[in-house]
């Protein structure tokens, strides 16, 4: 498998659409439906309720012709209001990260991280796959496996390392999701001497857990800035299923350092002969057959303005080479320093 740079587009920063701050984006999906895409913000409620987008975008073999906004809903809790804006501890603040469309019905399936407080005391909020109503409207969550659960103690997802990435596969009759980082029972996080494996799940849509595997995540790839109150960061911010392949994925990694900025690599996986580990409590030491995979791109080789914050990616439409192409959008933070950045890729 190989890819290029079709081409990329900014939004322009802080961008202001039917009352609301553009930004924050990662994830991205299409509605078979509408034939428009869908990106979920990241603001957990501190700029306006936490919600979604519609856009149409045009796609060709010259990359992203255009954006258009089309339109944004609040997520709504199961009684009806928008959440609330972060409160420390009052358990309700939710963190979104991913967002798909049910190819069968064109529900909004979406996922958030939950908090795991740095402290006792505050309450924890647990991560959660839910759907939606494509105006936002609750209709129900996924039954999670019990190791995604967040606790006080040395078990469960890190802090803001829970999921952030999910897919439908099999037209539809399996969910996977991956948690973002290495669980803590499971190891140290990546540094530059080695990596770490974080879990894949495959679920039936009612919540039956098919099999969980270890994905390799990479090493760091450069060190620290040693004057930076910032350690570096690294995960799997996104998981795409390959449609008539149920163990096959698109897997993006994401790392960043101080001081060297953001490397950005896409990897073909695949669970075909991986363990499942799915009753293995603990990976640390253990003698398991990660997924394999093999590198499709890093960015920093692919042209691009810039490499940034790449959190979303999902299928665009096929090209007359014989290409499909993948679309990406980088998450800004809110911030200047970082940009909003939608490129398509032609995959072979």
Known sequence: ????????RTVPHKLAFQGTTVGGLSGID?????????????????LQPARFYTARLEVDGRGV????????????????S???APALGDGKAVDPEEIRVDPR???????QEGDRPQAAGPAVIQPSIQFASPTGRYRGRLELPANYEITMRERGPRRNQSIEAITFGSKGKVVTSAIEGPLLQDGAEPDTANGALVRVTQQARGGRVLGQYAYPLERIFAENDPDSPWGPDTGVPSILAFPDQPHRYLVLERTWVAGAGYKI????????????????QSLAGRDVTPMRKRLVADFDTLGLTAVDNTEGMTWGPDLP??????ILVSDDNFTPEAITQIVALGIR
Do not use: K, N
């Not at 913000?41 to 501190?46: F, K």
């Not at 019905?105 to 996922?111: D, E, F, V």
């Not at 690599?265 to 293995?280: M, P, S």
């Open 30 to 46: 299409r509605d078979p439906c509408t034939g428009e895409y869908v990106f979920i913000s990241d603001d957990r409620s501190s």
């Open 105 to 111: 019905s064109c529900a909004y399936w979406w996922a």
């Open 321 to 326: 080479s014989g290409e499909r192409t993948l």
């Open 1 to 8: 498998m190989q890819a290029r740079l079709l081409g990329e």
């Open 265 to 280: 690599r896409l990897f073909d996986a695949t669970t075909h002969q991986a363990t499942d580990v799915t009753r293995i």
């Open 82 to 84: 928008v959440y609330p």
């Open 65 to 80: 012709r255009t954006v258009d906004f089309t339109g944004t809903h609040p997520f709504l809790q199961p009684d009806g």
